[in-house]
């Protein structure tokens, strides 16, 4: 492993331009949306839903991350660079969020004088809900992540000259810790950042559904990015047959426990039928909203499922980064099925006018192509397959036998 | 006593390691042989690749079992809710097929693995208390520290002389003859 050849980068800084580029056009026009009167409050709701598709990416591959430092494992080791890579990117995530903190009361009802003054419910809730505390909360979720993708970062490029077990150790330790505290603050981010968009409602399994979703962004994306690299030498041999259909395997699982706290939060309210919960489904099935959540159905769950469970798919590279980008892509559905659709109360929620539609892709495009540039940036700084770890022989071997 | 007149089941070849048997089993592979199995006290893998293991259809028999399976557990719930026992639950309709997919999902689960299992010995011609193999004393090993190569004599490729030579080019500790 330690003689592996240092092969040139050759695409990855035209990459970087490239969606540096991109990224700038759609933050530009979103910029240029924030000046009509219109289509603002549309930047600001499509500025939210960029942030929680880079977020998520970021805090998903943090939470593999520290899964393959407790369960060890060939697929955690040769996923190990593109994973931290995402995580590194926490700073720019936490740049993303700044500007949703200005406009709170533009985004939240609880989060507006004048209608917390109107409604008894939101008084009733203000003892949480309130804008001071939630900018705390925020500070509390961004020094936990940010911490823990720092050592985790730090620590593996020690290990990469120091050669030390310790250190591995060390990550193991830091990774158990890691995950619960991963659990707890998205519970109560996922609920201060999408769920109180409709703060009449609630769902216990709310905060498990959206880090799921966040997991199987991390993991989705790390697969897609693995592959296309792998044509480069030193990840190259260790992407073959077996480790690839680990990687499709673990896909699959993913894609399912996303399915299960999807699909279970809906059975819940369908049979519940209460007045207070099924509304949340009506708004989502209300004019064009109902084909997104039909695609979700259809891409996010049942092709990924049927694909996944062959062998040969999980085993071609080209199919496996298919699937693995169409998740991807699905994930950006859902999470502007979950969002947009909440703020049901301005009639443009339903029906989007075109110059607001095309806010949203401005944004999704735009926060995507800076965070992805940033992500490749991070990437080149270090040889994509980790120097030293413990379980790099099983690594080429299951490459090898695949064969 | 065993009929002398019947022809040999095959020849068994036996190895010290893993690695050996996956060698050996490649090269038999190579020179033509098709009809071999190999034996050893845990799995090996790359074994089946090297033997020239072709795909099977219990993969496509346990996807007819789950799709059977799943239709069962649907079909059960319609049933029961439309013709057998009409109940109004708070207003929702008879056919609620969101209160039916856990019950589906299940019987596709069960339906599934109940081929899986039982397509499998069926396929393997399980349970099978007698084997040819079992003439060999030594052959008792395959379940501790040994491992074994057999080839069969109705193999087209197989000649008792020529395929003994050849076992024992691979590096066969021993090859014996395994009668019927």
Redesign the interface.
């Known amino acids: 492993m330690s003689t592996a050849p240092v092969v040139e980068q050759p695409n990855l800084p035209r990459w970087q331009s490239i969606a540096l580029l991109v990224g700038a056009i759609g933050i530009a026009i979103c910029l240029a949306g924030l000046a009509f009167e219109t289509t603002r409050v549309h930047v600001f709701r499509a500025w939210l839903v960029g942030f929680c598709l880079t977020v998520g990416i970021a805090l998903g591959s943090l939470v593999v991350l520290m899964l393959q430092y407790l369960t060890g494992g060939d697929w955690g080791f040769i996923l190990r660079r593109p994973l931290e890579a995402a995580t590194s990117t926490m700073p720019l995530v936490t740049l993303f969020y700044l500007p949703l903190a200005l406009v709170l009361s533009s985004l939240y009802e609880w989060a507006d004088p004048a209608k917390v003054e109107a409604d008894p419910h939101l008084q009733h809730k203000a003892l949480y809900l309130n804008v001071p505390f939630a900018w705390i909360r925020a500070g509390i979720y961004f020094a936990i992540w940010n911490l823990l993708a720092f050592l985790l970062n730090r620590w593996s490029r020690q290990q990469d000259t120091a050669r030390d077990m310790a250190i591995h150790k060390r990550c193991e330790a830091l990774s158990a810790p890691g995950m619960v505290l991963y659990v707890l603050t998205i519970t109560f981010a996922s609920v201060d950042w999408v769920m109180s968009l409709e703060p009449e409602w609630f769902s216990t399994m709310y905060g498990a559904m959206f880090g799921m979703g966040q997991v199987l962004s991390g993991f989705a994306f790390a697969v897609a990015m693995l592959v296309l690299l792998s044509r480069r030498l030193e990840v190259g041999q260790l992407t073959g047959g ?1 480790n690839l259909r680990d990687l499709g395997s673990l896909l699959l699982a993913f894609v399912m426990v996303w399915a299960y706290l999807s ?1 279970s939060q ?2 819940l309210i ?2 519940g ?1 209460l007045p207070e919960e099924v509304p949340w489904y009506i708004y989502r099935f209300e004019g064009g909203w109902k084909y997104l959540g039909l695609m979700l159905v259809i891409f996010h769950f049942a092709l990924p499922f049927v694909l996944l469970l062959s062998t040969n798919v999980k085993r071609n590279r080209a199919m496996l980064a298919s699937v693995a980008l169409l998740v991807l892509l699905m994930r950006a559905v859902d999470l502007l099925w979950l969002i947009v659709p909440a703020f049901h109360h301005n009639s443009e929620a339903v029906n989007p006018p075109l110059g607001a539609r095309l806010i949203y892709v401005a944004a999704l495009v735009g926060m995507g192509g800076i965070w992805f540039a940033y992500f490749l940036m991070q990437l080149q700084r270090w040889p994509l397959a980790p120097a030293f770890n413990p379980y790099a022989e099983g690594a080429v071997h299951g490459a090898v ?1 695949g064969h | 006593m065993i009929p002398q007149e019947l022809p040999p089941y095959g020849l068994v070849a036996e190895f010290d390691s893993a690695q050996a048997l996956v060698v050996a089993a490649e090269k038999a592979r190579d020179a033509g042989y098709q009809k071999m199995d190999g034996y050893s006290p845990f799995p090996i ?2 074994l089946m690749d090297a033997l020239g293991h072709k795909a099977n259809i219990l993969p496509l028999l346990v996807l007819i079992g789950g799709v059977v399976g799943g239709l069962i557990g649907y079909s059960l719930q319609y049933y029961t809710s439309i013709y057998s026992y009409p109940l109004n639950v ?3 309709p008879y056919n ?1 097929w ?2 039916f ?2 019950v589906t999902f299940e019987c596709t689960i069960l339906g599934a693995a109940l081929t899986a299992v039982f397509g499998m010995l069926g396929l393997n011609g399980l349970p099978e208390p007698y084997h040819p193999l079992f003439h060999v004393e030594r052959f008792a090993l395959a379940s501790r520290d040994r491992f074994f190569l057999a080839i069969r004599a109705v193999d087209p490729k197989f000649d008792l002389i020529q395929t003994r030579k050849f076992l024992e080019s691979l590096g066969a500790k021993e090859v014996t003859e395994v009668p019927q």
Do not use: Q, T, V
Request: charged share 10%; aromatic share 16%.
């Open positions: 077996n699909f809906f059975l369908y049979s039928n036998a | 893998e790359g708070g207003g929702r609620s969101p209160m997919i856990p």
